[in-house]
């Protein structure tokens, strides 16, 4: 029997020329077959409704983009906090599922071809408060990289620092010296549950054991390092929603992305030495062309 390779898809691979490749391409056999095992996270999946409030990208979103989704997904992932509660709260730690219930599945799934071209659908205009929390944490962290960023260089005129004597700072150096801290704040912050400071104890003895939280503080700690050690490169609204996108290679191959800038970075440096492959679309589709 053929192996299966499961992969992360970014929003991006349904603009406009990367979709019409794909939708080309042997993407749907190869999903029916099993051969492809498209992995679609909350964050892709609310990324993409986000097109409904655009007239422009609407028709495109619910007669072409939907039907391609529906038509090759195997399990819709479940959003951060509903795998964090499974992983650290109710113990299951490595072995949790984290994928949406199928029910839910199957309700969602039954909905979308029901979705309006007019611009009336509830689930969207519903939902307009999240959008707006999640656009303000972005914003948000677009303004604490530049207060980083600013200390750092305030820091290295006051003390004369030169990268050359002084090196420069390990990445994995500080994951080991600030991950315990850092995954204690956030876990009492943002996990819901009767005691977070036992669940943070019990984190800290053994973080790998809950890959899904403990890659998430990676990531804002990946985040913090970034901003300090290169003031130069471009703050991107998107990182953390990148990041969050790239923690389901956890359980993928793959990842299929047209990024240049930021999330291509952060893929070399967390994910590659893993392992992990980086496709464009196009190199995907020619992948799948010759399966």
């Known amino acids: 029997m053929a192996t299966s390779l499961r992969v992360v898809i970014d929003t991006n691979v349904l603009a406009p020329g990367s979709f019409e490749l794909l939708e080309a391409s ?29 007239e422009g990208k609407r028709e495109q979103l619910v007669q072409r983009w ?12 479940d959003d951060f906090l509903g795998i964090w509660y499974k992983e650290l709260v109710q113990g299951q730690g490595g072995k949790t599922n984290i994928y949406m219930r199928r029910r839910d599945q199957e309700r969602l ?4 071809p029901n979705i309006p071209l007019d611009g009336s659908w509830r689930a969207w205009h519903s939902s307009k408060l999240a959008r707006n929390v999640e656009d303000a944490k972005r914003a948000a962290q ?5 207060e980083v960023r600013q200390e750092v260089t305030d820091w290295r005129k006051a003390v004369n620092y030169d990268p ?9 150096r500080f994951f080991e010296t600030e991950l315990d801290h850092a995954g204690r704040a956030f876990l009492i912050a943002q996990v819901e549950c009767r005691n977070p ?10 973080k790998m054991q809950y890959p899904y939280f403990t890659t998430f503080v990676m990531n804002m700690l990946y985040i913090a390092h970034n901003a300090m050690t290169r003031p130069s490169a471009p ?29 291509r970075q952060a893929f070399d440096d967390l994910w590659r030495p893993k392992g992990k492959i980086l496709f464009s679309s196009q190199q995907f589709v020619a992948f799948l062309q010759r399966l």
């Open 142 to 146: 677009r303004v604490v990289s530049k």
């Open 66 to 77: 939907i039907p391609l989704i529906v038509a090759t997904v195997d399990r819709f992932c």
């Open 235 to 263: 703050i991107d609204l998107n990182a953390q929603a990148d990041l969050n996108m790239m923690t389901h290679l956890l359980h993928a191959d793959a990842l299929v992305s047209n990024e240049t800038g930021f999330l």
């Open 109 to 112: 799934i039954s909905r979308l």
């Open 197 to 206: 400071v036992a669940v943070a104890d019990r984190w800290a003895k053994d």
């Open 26 to 54: 042997p993407f749907r056999r190869l999903c029916k077959a099993r051969r492809i095992i498209p992995v679609y996270s909350h964050v892709f999946l609310e990324e993409t409704f986000r097109a409904y409030g655009s």
């Open 164 to 172: 050359k004597p002084h090196g420069v700072a390990s990445l994995a």
